[in-house]
């Protein structure tokens, strides 16, 4: 990536430090930001009382601290507050919250010594990830506790996850040669008080729902073409007659997908100006079923979703999300209440929402390939083999719905559960490292149901023999997902190219 600190972050300076694992080269002017907010806290505070500074936390701040022990006092903040429990946090989640904080750091509003920047600049390089726990902010004080982990090994404590191994954070700097940050003024509060996790998640979770969409918008094209289907429903035309932005993108990358296939059908060459030919009960369906017709306004609207969440995303993530806030152009320390994750929470909410109902509709897809009463195509459960010998895919459809029905659940809103906490200081929270841990399951689970999609998918073309026929594009998909499941036509324990598939599709895109 470019220098970071010249200009905002943006998605391609994400995806190529934490996806891709570019190093992160630090502008000189981040450090000198960095320098001159350091140097007038260390001078207004004297003969001042400021929050988290020379006071007490949370309802704890009425009590005053002697100057002398401000270094124990961010200690002791990190140490308290890293009570976390769950799972570990999965690295690359780790990283993009490591980015986050790093970003919000850098920006000069904190009053951080510059030895925080070239630490964590040290960690993202060497992939060196903090042990972080799932379990443990509410995230309106910010992710005190996951935060409060990575502040422990910025103090050289704690545990991390490098070359593949959990180690003890004081073994790795010693066989690397990193010196811990130096504790200041209020480091401690600097690195916990911010919505770093729940918005480093919430980009991962972005990252993939982005590719979530252009899987399922992939498989409702090779649906079109296993139905053959008429071209109008994705149509330049009939799309731009509603306003909406991703309805259209939808169609769009619809019409490109299937471009030279000969199986899409033009209605005008089937139904228009043949009338007198057509009596009675038509067999041929005049219009497909809503989950095959309507992709355009389904997944037009989660698209938008999708993109309003990114955008939002990164305005936060080149936000100070701290308190309180170091202002030096205008001289002042100004208290507030810039940690609170509501914007981050609220999008992982509609996230969730948005990716469920992919979910939803790669399940409704699914039961229409799986049913001959619906498609009158192909066999039942596209079952290759011998009808009563054979399942093909009836045992994966237990698993793809109960996987939506989890969903479905899960994306009940996270937003509206705020309990009050912290002796009621904290009275209203956002719960966003929740939500977007929740958006994380979700998002993953979605990548379940779409491989047994499209594993489906691939076992219908090649029923129908229309390999041949597809698009070049989505022929390239059916031979990538081939290399991977070849056609079946006995049953066998499938788990392991189910995963196989998932990860396929979790990697890449179509």
């Given at each position: 990536m470019k220098e970071f600190g010249r200009e905002d972050l943006?998605?391609?300076?994400?995806?190529?430090v934490v996806f891709e694992g570019a190093p992160l080269n630090i502008a000189d002017n981040v450090f000198d930001r960095v320098d001159k907010s350091h140097a007038f806290l260390s001078k207004f505070i004297e003969n001042k009382v400021i929050y988290g500074v020379n006071t007490g936390f949370g309802p704890m701040a009425p009590y005053k601290i002697n100057d002398s022990d401000r270094y124990d006092l961010q200690v002791n903040l990190i140490k308290s507050h890293s009570s976390g429990m769950g799972k570990p946090l999965d690295p690359i989640y780790v990283k993009s919250s490591?980015?986050?904080?790093?970003?919000?750091?850098?920006?000069?509003?904190?009053?951080?010594?510059?030895s925080v920047i070239d630490v964590l600049q040290k960690l993202i390089n060497h992939d060196i990830t903090p042990l972080i726990f799932e379990h443990g902010g509410v995230g309106a004080s910010g992710d005190l506790v996951q935060l409060a982990h990575l502040g422990l090994v910025l103090i050289g404590e704690g545990e991390v996850f490098y070359q593949g191994e959990r180690q003890k954070t004081c073994e790795v700097f010693k066989k690397l040669d990193i010196q811990p940050i130096q504790i200041k003024i209020r480091e401690g509060l600097a690195i916990m008080n911010g919505t770093s996790v729940m918005t480093g998640i919430g980009i991962v979770n972005t990252v993939h729902a982005q590719r979530l969409i252009k899987w399922s918008v992939t498989a409702s094209s090779m649906i079109c073409e296993i139905v053959g289907a008429y071209d109008d429903y994705f149509s330049k035309e009939l799309n731009q007659s509603k306003k909406h932005r991703g309805q259209q993108e939808v169609a769009a990358m619809i019409r490109s997908n299937v471009a030279g296939s000969k199986h899409i059908r033009k209605r005008d060459q089937h139904l228009y100006g043949n009338s007198n030919d057509l009596q009675g009960v038509i067999d041929d369906k005049v219009q497909e079923y809503y989950s095959i017709r309507c992709v355009p306004q389904i997944v037009g609207t989660i698209l938008e979703t999708v993109d309003e969440c990114m955008h939002l995303l990164f305005e936060e993530v080149n936000s100070a999300n701290d308190n309180p806030i170091v202002d030096v152009e205008n001289q002042n320390v100004l208290h507030g209440g810039n940690f609170h994750g509501d914007y981050v929470s609220f999008e992982m909410d509609k996230l969730k929402i948005a990716i469920t109902k992919l979910s939803m509709l790669a399940e409704r897809q699914l039961n229409y390939l799986l049913n001959p009463n619906l498609n009158n195509l192909l066999p039942p459960f596209v079952n290759?083999?011998?009808?009563?010998?054979n399942f093909g895919i009836q045992g994966m459809q237990f698993t793809a719905t109960s996987t939506t029905a989890e969903n479905q659940t899960l994306s009940n809103p996270m937003y509206v559960h705020s309990i009050p906490n912290n002796n009621d200081n904290q009275d209203i929270v956002s719960m966003g490292t929740n939500a977007a841990l929740i958006t994380k399951k979700v998002v993953d689970n979605t990548f379940e149901v779409l491989a047994i999609e499209l594993i489906t998918i691939v076992q219908a073309i090649d029923h129908l023999n229309k390999v041949d026929g597809l698009s070049e594009q989505l022929k390239k998909v059916y031979f990538n997902l081939r290399k991977i499941v070849p056609k079946f036509e006995k049953d066998y324990p499938i788990y392991k190219d189910l995963g196989r598939v998932k990860a396929h599709l979790f990697e890449h895109n179509p």
């Amino acid at each position: 990536m470019k220098e970071f600190g010249r200009e905002d972050l943006k998605l391609e300076d994400y995806i190529s430090v934490v996806f891709e694992g570019a190093p992160l080269n630090i502008a000189d002017n981040v450090f000198d930001r960095v320098d001159k907010s350091h140097a007038f806290l260390s001078k207004f505070i004297e003969n001042k009382v400021i929050y988290g500074v020379n006071t007490g936390f949370g309802p704890m701040a009425p009590y005053k601290i002697n100057d002398s022990d401000r270094y124990d006092l961010q200690v002791n903040l990190i140490k308290s507050h890293s009570s976390g429990m769950g799972k570990p946090l999965d690295p690359i989640y780790v990283k993009s919250s490591m980015l986050a904080r790093l970003n919000t750091l850098a920006l000069g509003y904190s009053g951080v010594h510059r030895s925080v920047i070239d630490v964590l600049q040290k960690l993202i390089n060497h992939d060196i990830t903090p042990l972080i726990f799932e379990h443990g902010g509410v995230g309106a004080s910010g992710d005190l506790v996951q935060l409060a982990h990575l502040g422990l090994v910025l103090i050289g404590e704690g545990e991390v996850f490098y070359q593949g191994e959990r180690q003890k954070t004081c073994e790795v700097f010693k066989k690397l040669d990193i010196q811990p940050i130096q504790i200041k003024i209020r480091e401690g509060l600097a690195i916990m008080n911010g919505t770093s996790v729940m918005t480093g998640i919430g980009i991962v979770n972005t990252v993939h729902a982005q590719r979530l969409i252009k899987w399922s918008v992939t498989a409702s094209s090779m649906i079109c073409e296993i139905v053959g289907a008429y071209d109008d429903y994705f149509s330049k035309e009939l799309n731009q007659s509603k306003k909406h932005r991703g309805q259209q993108e939808v169609a769009a990358m619809i019409r490109s997908n299937v471009a030279g296939s000969k199986h899409i059908r033009k209605r005008d060459q089937h139904l228009y100006g043949n009338s007198n030919d057509l009596q009675g009960v038509i067999d041929d369906k005049v219009q497909e079923y809503y989950s095959i017709r309507c992709v355009p306004q389904i997944v037009g609207t989660i698209l938008e979703t999708v993109d309003e969440c990114m955008h939002l995303l990164f305005e936060e993530v080149n936000s100070a999300n701290d308190n309180p806030i170091v202002d030096v152009e205008n001289q002042n320390v100004l208290h507030g209440g810039n940690f609170h994750g509501d914007y981050v929470s609220f999008e992982m909410d509609k996230l969730k929402i948005a990716i469920t109902k992919l979910s939803m509709l790669a399940e409704r897809q699914l039961n229409y390939l799986l049913n001959p009463n619906l498609n009158n195509l192909l066999p039942p459960f596209v079952n290759l083999g011998i009808l009563g010998l054979n399942f093909g895919i009836q045992g994966m459809q237990f698993t793809a719905t109960s996987t939506t029905a989890e969903n479905q659940t899960l994306s009940n809103p996270m937003y509206v559960h705020s309990i009050p906490n912290n002796n009621d200081n904290q009275d209203i929270v956002s719960m966003g490292t929740n939500a977007a841990l929740i958006t994380k399951k979700v998002v993953d689970n979605t990548f379940e149901v779409l491989a047994i999609e499209l594993i489906t998918i691939v076992q219908a073309i090649d029923h129908l023999n229309k390999v041949d026929g597809l698009s070049e594009q989505l022929k390239k998909v059916y031979f990538n997902l081939r290399k991977i499941v070849p056609k079946f036509e006995k049953d066998y324990p499938i788990y392991k190219d189910l995963g196989r598939v998932k990860a396929h599709l979790f990697e890449h895109n179509p």
